[in-house]
């Protein structure tokens, strides 16, 4: 029997709703935040543990930062954590996305606000923060550093989700042929507190639901079924995040004519005014089709592959990630996930950013703060936004 979590749901939950309110940029922004929260500030898990995390969540369909969060979650505090970890980090980016669409026509335009452009500037040194951080502990020698560049060159040469994917087995295989030499690292253990049976219930689940939801939404036109097959089908087969799962959502709600085109690019736009994921574009599209329950619907579909394959597959990962080989071939990967963050600093976080002069300057600032001074990032964001609506 695997002993009993650490922490609480409610210690989980406080966490995790300060970082859904804070972390703006994206997903690799979040992953920045999540760094400096939970490794830096709290020591829940080792860099090396961390790392390993992300590795796995790269590798899973899905939206890799909120995945992370629920994997920490459930390290935490057991799979209540995990679930504390989702409501923390998605409720607040997904009430304010339902509220967006009941409000759209009132709100307008947002892509001009200052306010909006000091948030994409900060990010820019979360991220360069993270960077930097990485990169000290998981690339401390040559050939490590030399997988980090040329991983961060193949993620710009070749971007999108299968460039990052490539990059990660290329690490993975360097790693396993190249890298055996070195003292073990010393991995903190990643104790999974599961009961007994899901792992195998979720594996089964989640192709059950893939395959069988468009059978029985073909056999029972209900909408609320329909939905909940082109939501859950999203998050099962979208690897890259949440950029990439834009289009997919597109093709599944407007040309049904349940969204019009107008409001899915008016949705788009206000999602870039939120912290937190992405993936909450859902709540959205749900609310303008039928108000908040099925914004809450469309939600919890398009997540839910997250938790099934996450649940199947943590209960292994750290009796897998101990083996001498697989050792190896994470001292690549998690080189290659520093090369991928570094790829990401310049596109898309530094190219939309950082626009002239003023914007550097806002952003050196930011991460002198971060990095030198450790201002919680919550502040730094507001003091971003402040000085980019006002300087």
């Not at 948030?119 to 360069?128: E, G, H, S």
């Not at 999203?234 to 799962?245: D, I, K, Q």
């Not at 997540?303 to 099934?308: C, D, E, G, R």
């Not at 990962?317 to 190896?328: C, G, Y």
Request: hydrophobic residues 60%; positive net charge; glycine residues 12%.
């Amino acid at each position: 029997m695997n002993p009993a979590p650490p922490g609480s749901f409610a210690e989980v939950l406080g966490v995790f709703l300060r970082l859904g309110l804070t972390s703006f940029g994206g997903p690799v922004a979040h992953l920045g935040y999540y760094r400096r929260e939970i490794v830096e500030r709290r020591g829940w898990l080792d860099e090396a543990a961390f790392a390993d995390i992300v590795a796995l969540c790269q590798f899973l369909p899905g939206p890799a930062s909120s995945q992370t969060a629920i994997s920490i979650g459930i390290l935490r505090a057991g799979m209540p954590g995990g679930f504390a970890a989702w409501i923390g980090f998605t409720m607040p980016s997904a009430v304010a996305m339902a509220a967006f669409a009941y409000a759209v026509a009132w709100l307008g335009d947002l892509s001009g606000a200052g306010w909006l452009h000091g948030l994409k500037i900060v990010a820019v040194a979360v991220v360069a923060n993270a960077v930097w951080g990485m990169a000290r502990s998981l690339c401390p020698d040559a050939q490590r550093a030399t997988v980090a560049v040329a991983a961060a060159i193949l993620v710009l040469l070749a971007p999108g989700a299968w460039g990052q994917v490539g990059a990660i087995v290329a690490g993975a295989a360097i790693g396993w042929a190249g890298l055996r030499d070195g003292a073990p690292p010393r991995h903190s253990p990643l104790t999974i507190s599961l009961p007994r049976g899901w792992p195998t219930a979720a594996g089964v689940l989640f192709p059950v639901l893939l395959f069988g939801l468009p059978i029985a939404a073909a056999a029972v036109p209900a909408l609320d079924l329909r939905l909940f097959d082109s939501f859950y089908r999203s998050g099962a087969l979208v690897f890259g995040g949440g950029h990439v799962v834009l289009p997919l959502l597109q093709a599944e709600v407007v040309p049904p004519g349940w969204v019009s085109n107008d409001l899915f690019l008016a949705g788009y736009g206000a999602a870039q005014a939120v912290p937190g994921p992405l993936f909450t574009f859902s709540a959205y599209l749900g609310t303008v089709i039928g108000g908040w329950p099925r914004g809450l619907l469309c939600l919890v579909a398009i997540y839910l592959p997250s938790f099934l394959l996450l649940i199947a597959a943590l209960p292994y990962w750290d009796r897998v990630r101990r083996l001498p080989a697989v050792q190896s071939a994470l001292r690549g990967i998690n080189a290659a996930v520093v090369g991928i963050l570094l790829a990401a600093l310049y596109r898309p976080v530094w190219l939309s950013a950082i626009l002239g002069p003023r914007d550097f300057a806002i952003g050196i600032a930011a991460f002198l703060l971060l990095a030198m001074w450790k201002v919680p990032p919550w502040l730094v964001v507001v003091l971003g936004a402040v000085a980019a609506a006002f300087g």
